[in-house]
């Protein structure tokens, strides 16, 4: 059974830093691209950053220079460091992967207050 599990949300408040974590299991996690998205309330969910399971990384634009994406292959585990968090940043993060199929985290709130 395929699990992916988030943790590390919160509430915080802009210009703070919240620290995500996604725990894979059922997966051979070496092989999968693994991503973050969010969703704000009554938007489209959206990509946040991706790891290739080579490495490469991509950024959503708003993003880039503030969060950083990365992977421990080790601890089938991804991770996302959050910085100079802005209210623009709330909504729901979900931990994404892909190889063959992709599967879902139920997502993890995290709230920025101005």
């Known amino acids: 059974q395929v699990q992916l599990v988030e943790s590390g949300g919160g509430l915080v408040q802009a210009g703070g830093s919240l620290r995500l974590s996604c725990a894979a299991s059922g997966i051979i996690f070496s092989a999968n691209s693994m991503g973050w998205y969010r969703q704000a309330p009554g938007k489209q969910r959206e990509l946040v950053a991706r790891?290739?399971?080579?490495?490469?990384?991509n950024y959503t634009d708003s993003v880039k220079g503030r969060f950083t994406i990365s992977r421990d292959d080790a601890k089938n585990t991804v991770y996302l460091q959050m910085d100079s968090l802005n209210p623009e940043d709330t909504g729901v993060y979900y931990c994404?992967?892909?190889?063959?199929?992709?599967?879902w985290g139920q997502g993890t709130q995290v709230t920025v207050s101005s």
């Open positions: 994404h992967s892909r190889w063959v199929r992709e599967y």
């Open positions: 790891i290739l399971s080579g490495g490469g990384i």
